[in-house]
């Protein structure tokens, strides 16, 4: 089979591979290369996956779909982080989501900054 993990910014993984295990609402499941075409949605958590030298890779996903169609399985969600071990992965994931919280408290801030301006200038009109 060949998984594809997209990102809106990369295709972080193109390969082959013998199994992939992911989760959706309802629970884990396996696919195998015999298994009827599927599409599940994912929630964010773990996605793993076994190469066709038996080595076990894991992918850190958001939400997300997962399709499988022949022998190909794409998966396409907002974020994911490639990691060989899961304590690596952790340190990863937990890093970004620091960055991303960071980012999102000064997206908050301008945009509160950016509302208090607009109110300034429409009080000012209405005055004018």
Same mark, same amino acid.
């Given at each position: %089979?060949? $998984?594809? &993990?997209l990102?809106p910014?990369?295709?972080?993984? =193109?390969?082959?591979?013998s199994? &992939?295990? /992911?989760? /959706?609402? !309802?629970g884990?499941f396996?696919l $195998?290369? !015999?298994?009827? =075409? @599927?599409? *599940? /949605?994912?929630?964010? +958590?773990?996605?793993? @996956?076994?190469?066709?030298?038996?080595?076990?890779v894991?992918v *850190?996903? =958001?939400? +997300?779909?997962l399709? #499988?169609c022949?022998?190909?399985i794409?998966?396409s969600?907002? !974020? *994911?982080v490639?990691?060989?071990?899961?304590e690596?992965l #952790?340190?990863t994931v937990?890093?970004? @989501?620091? *960055?991303l =919280?960071?980012?999102?408290?000064?997206?908050?801030? /301008?945009?509160?900054q @950016?509302?208090v301006? %607009? %109110?300034?200038?429409f009080?000012e009109? +209405?005055? +004018?």
């Amino acid at each position: %089979m060949k $998984l594809k &993990v997209l990102t809106p910014i990369q295709v972080l993984i =193109d390969r082959p591979v013998s199994k &992939v295990i /992911a989760e /959706a609402e !309802n629970g884990h499941f396996c696919l $195998l290369p !015999n298994h009827i =075409d @599927f599409i *599940a /949605a994912l929630v964010p +958590g773990i996605l793993s @996956f076994t190469t066709e030298t038996d080595e076990e890779v894991f992918v *850190a996903v =958001d939400e +997300g779909i997962l399709v #499988k169609c022949d022998r190909e399985i794409l998966v396409s969600t907002r !974020n *994911a982080v490639e990691g060989s071990d899961l304590e690596t992965l #952790k340190h990863t994931v937990s890093e970004q @989501f620091q *960055a991303l =919280d960071e980012k999102e408290k000064l997206t908050r801030s /301008a945009l509160a900054q @950016f509302e208090v301006s %607009m %109110m300034r200038r429409f009080k000012e009109l +209405g005055h +004018g």
